[in-house]
């Protein structure tokens, strides 16, 4: 879905981007003064050059700014594979192995590797930088330890020799090398890594006179030809264990499967470094998401995490039969054995590990939120919790005590905090939970920015030294960053006090996240109760928790109660509700339901049993009124739709929801990187004559480490007057009494009238008087007054672009909308997005009775919809003849009304 067709609608910068040459203005007001600004009719089609350039000129500097963590990792959907697989930066342990004889442990916490006793107290710090430590495992002769570091830029393989302390880089290519694990006899060393086309592959390596040998891939590189949506068609191959013999590597790979990461496969590995996948034998077909992590104990049973039929994953064993030899595929195969589950619980069990005598079982848990390493027997389910209750740390460390206040009146508050060292590490409070950014700009930071969220106050261990302390809440008060020196052995106090910019409840508005998931496949077990923490030290008023598919479970599903959470505080209301998950027709936000969630809350999921694109979206929608649900679309667009490129997919029903009158609100703000596509979408429908408010959504994973932005970072404010309830929140949402925002706040009147009213003008000239009122934490370069998708105004803002107060007027003679907007070129720390913006809602105004319309758009979304109406004739996977029936109809009726809007009455 690249490119635009010509004459679709405005160009949405009209003249002017994020990252292009901003036209010259009719006139520039200043702040407090009014200048007449005259509304005229411009030229609607634009020349496709002309679109292209502008996108290309708006990307250039969100590239060259912000870039994704690991970018050279070539799989899909990185916010999965990135939270789901690779490590992850956690104040409490992560992933463990065993000594030799059983009776320590070497595991990471706060990314830094740390030796134990099983039956003790004491952690011994083995690493402490230059990067992020992970996944350790023991040499079998006792003396090295293999592990992961990050470094910012890579994740490199790296050796400890225990016996010196010293660690040493063994392999470091620019790559991504995870999951390192010792052969029975110490003589070789496997791994995963994406030095082959940046896709997940195994690689075996020699290990002899403590020096590793040139790496040889042993998976096979293979296009699976299945049309997979969250995995790449290209086969991956994913935690390797090795087999007691030392023959064969036990992998996790989607050979085969569509969804998922995929079964265990036995593979076997020879000294020749050929990949032979097509010797792999099959021991266990499931859907997997990433998790499973396999162990292979001496006496041939498997350990492995699996949330098979549940929404957390707990661990299973399963006897090391192979079920299916792909060599064989033909032939009639012995069935191998059955898994059966280890532990229960409504939290996930990760991680697993078998001691060298096979009798226990070290593993992760998330059952208290926070990561904690257990140990279990495997025979009669004792279960022992290992604690680091002392710490022995490898240099000078001093303590840090925070505590955040309100600038005005002193009191403690909640708050997002940040501790860096001054080598570019986080750390964080034992048991906080660490978050980091997807993104960052590696000309201002070595690795990415790193949070906590605190109830008003924290105290944290840290190297003796210079750290950086920076906190803020939500966006109605300054960041404040801090630089303190801790000496050694001591503790140092820091008060910061945050000033207020701004008091949006005072006027009336409350702000909601509407898009965010509690929990969906993280490191962490979140609540109600946590959820609700987290919203009140980011200043948030409402929370929306869409309950949403994660391929084969629903999490969250069991909290769903059509009512608000009995964790709701005075301050925070949260309700959940539900994301309609078909990534087909596109995604829908469903907020106040009443009765029930509506399940399977996705469709067109292919090779299962909702393969069939029926329900379409029409039919969500209806069904979800029924319960008294406000409907949205979510993260609409990644890229603007062409209905004349043929040779890209276009199937998102968002032309038919609009004709249907099936559209309550949009996500006019939710990833910033596909803003230019979302909003250049958002105004041609305003063109075409429809109402549709501002919505906003982070779809913050609230569990994930490693996430795009907080809860609460895409926020939508709505007035709602005094008095606030969830169901006036909604109300306001509806009427468009709305902004949405990531930092800039921005309000706007016309004529006494505010965003989603409209104003009825005989025909004629008019002079309509406009206000802008801009508040921003960071700097705002371009604050704009846009009609029908063209900018009419620039604005400026005082106070180092962070605030302004305008009035001017407005000559009207012709019909159109008008919103306030705010943008910034690029990244701007502390706004953990790809660019500060906030636009607010539309005042539409009519004149001499003429409704708003615009035929290139008309004809734009009509020949979308031929496009839908072509894809769903052709399609033959249909439940029954009555689903083909009602969805043509409705594909119909939409045409009808868009040709009646402007299209061309021509039959497709």
């Not at 264990?241 to 996790?252: I, K, N, Y």
């Not at 030899?325 to 059966?340: H, K, M, N, Y």
């Not at 106070?799 to 008008?818: H, I, K, N, P």
């Not at 004739?873 to 009555?882: E, I, P």
Request: hydrophobic content about 40%; some cysteine; overall charge positive.
């Amino acid at each position: 879905m690249r490119g635009s067709p010509r004459g679709a609608c405005r160009l949405w910068f009209g003249g002017g981007a994020p990252a292009g040459r901003p036209a010259r203005p009719t006139a520039q007001p200043r702040a407090g003064l009014a200048s007449p600004l005259r509304s005229r009719a411009r030229p609607v089609a634009r020349a496709l050059s002309g679109v292209l350039a502008l996108l290309a000129a708006a990307a250039a500097p969100l590239v060259a700014q912000r870039a994704p963590v690991l970018p050279q990792v070539r799989e899909p959907h990185p916010y999965y594979w990135r939270e789901l697989y690779l490590p992850q930066l956690t104040s409490g342990p992560s992933a463990a192995a065993w000594s030799p004889d059983g009776a320590d442990v070497v595991y990471s916490m706060r990314g830094t590797l740390w030796r134990q006793r099983v039956d003790g107290d004491e952690a011994m710090q083995l690493t402490d930088g230059p990067g992020y430590d992970y996944q350790p495992d023991w040499s079998p002769d006792g003396r090295w330890v293999a592990y992961s570091s990050y470094t910012g830029t890579a994740i490199q393989l790296r050796v400890l020799d225990l016996s010196s302390g010293v660690s040493r880089v063994v392999r470091d290519d620019g790559a991504v090398h995870v999951e390192p694990r010792w052969s029975p006899d110490g003589r070789h060393l496997a791994w995963v890594s994406t030095a082959h086309e940046g896709r997940f592959h195994i690689f075996v390596a020699g290990w002899q006179g403590g020096a590793l040998a040139t790496p040889r891939r042993v998976s096979e590189d293979r296009d699976s030809g299945l049309p997979r949506y969250y995995y790449s068609r290209v086969d991956h191959y994913l935690s390797p264990a090795w087999s007691p013999d030392g023959r064969e590597l036990l992998v996790v790979s989607n050979r085969g499967r569509l969804w998922g990461t995929g079964g265990l496969w036995r593979l076997p590995v020879d000294t020749s470094g050929t990949p032979r996948a097509a010797a792999m034998q099959l021991v266990l077909d499931e859907e997997t998401m990433w998790k499973a992590r396999p162990d292979w104990s001496r006496d041939g049973r498997i350990v492995y995490a699996s949330y098979a039929g549940r929404q957390w994953h707990q661990l299973w064993l399963v006897p090391d039969t192979p079920r299916r030899d792909a060599s064989r595929a033909d032939e009639p195969q012995t069935l191998g054995g059955e898994p059966f589950q280890l532990t229960y619980g409504d939290w996930d069990a990760i991680n697993p590990r078998w001691s060298p005598d096979g009798r226990r079982i070290a593993f992760v848990s998330n059952e208290r939120g926070n990561p904690i390493l257990h140990v279990l027997d495997a025979t009669g389910g004792s279960r022992r919790t290992v604690v680091a209750a002392r710490k022995r740390w490898r240099a000078p460390v001093g303590v840090l005590r925070l505590r955040v206040v309100d600038a005005a009146t002193g009191a403690a508050i909640p708050a997002r905090a940040s501790v860096r060292l001054a080598d570019g590490r986080h750390v964080a409070p034992d048991g906080a939970w660490m978050h980091g950014d997807d993104g960052f700009d590696r000309s201002q930071r070595r690795m990415e920015f790193n949070y906590f969220h605190l109830d008003a106050a924290a105290t944290v261990t840290v190297p003796a030294g210079e750290v950086t302390v920076e906190a803020m809440r939500g966006l109605e008060y300054a960041p404040v960053t801090r630089i303190v020196a801790v000496r050694a052995g001591e503790t140092t106090t820091v008060r910061v006090p945050l000033r207020r910019i701004d008091d949006l409840a005072a006027r009336g508005w409350i702000s909601g996240d509407l898009h965010v998931h509690m929990n969906y496949g993280g490191t962490y077990r979140n609540t109600p109760a946590g959820l609700v923490r987290q919203a009140r030290a980011e200043d948030l008023r409402v929370v929306e928790n869409l309950i949403v598919n994660k391929e084969g479970r629903v999490p969250d599903l069991e909290y769903f109660r059509g009512a608000l959470d009995p964790a709701s505080t005075r301050e925070v209301l949260l309700r959940h509700d539900e994301e309609f998950h078909t990534s087909y027709w596109g995604h829908l936000g469903l907020l106040g339901l009443r009765e029930h969630v509506l399940l399977p809350g996705y469709a067109a999921y292919a090779n299962t049993a909702a393969r069939s694109i029926a329900p379409m979206n029409a039919d969500v929608v209806e069904a979800a009124r029924r319960q008294g649900a406000l409907v949205g679309y979510v993260h609409p667009f990644d890229a603007i739709p062409d209905p004349a490129d043929t040779s890209r997919p276009l199937t998102n029903e968002f032309p038919v929801s609009l004709a249907l009158g099936h559209v309550d609100y949009y996500e006019a703000l939710g990833f910033v990187d596909d803003l230019l596509a979302t909003q250049r979408v958002w105004y041609a429908a305003l063109n075409a004559g429809f109402a549709l408010p501002a919505g906003a959504g982070t779809d913050a994973m609230a569990n994930y480490a490693s996430l795009r932005g907080p809860v609460g970072m895409n926020r939508v404010y709505a007035r709602v007057g005094p008095g606030v309830t969830h169901g006036r929140f909604l109300d306001a949402i509806r009427r468009g009494r709305t902004f949405a925002t990531n930092g800039p706040l921005v309000e706007f009147t016309l004529s006494g009238r505010q965003p989603g009213d409209s104003i009825v003008l005989a025909a004629g000239e008019h002079a309509l008087r406009a206000t802008v009122r801009l508040r921003s934490f960071v700097a705002i370069d371009s604050l704009e007054l846009v009609r029908n998708g063209d900018v009419i105004a620039r604005l400026r803002a005082g106070g180092g672009g962070m605030r302004s107060d305008t009035a001017f007027t407005l000559q009207v003679t012709e019909s159109g909308w008008y919103l306030a907007r705010a943008w910034s070129a690029g990244g701007r720390h502390p706004v953990l997005d790809g660019m500060p913006f906030g636009t607010t809602s539309p005042i539409y105004v009519t004149v001499g009775g003429q409704p708003i319309r615009s035929s290139p758009d008309a004809r734009f979304f009509l020949r979308w919809v031929d496009r839908l109406r072509a894809n769903a004739a052709a399609f033959t996977a249909w439940n029954d003849a009555g689903e083909r029936v009602q969805t043509m109809a409705r594909l119909d009726a939409a045409r009808v009304e868009w040709v009646r809007r402007g299209g061309e009455a021509v039959v497709p």
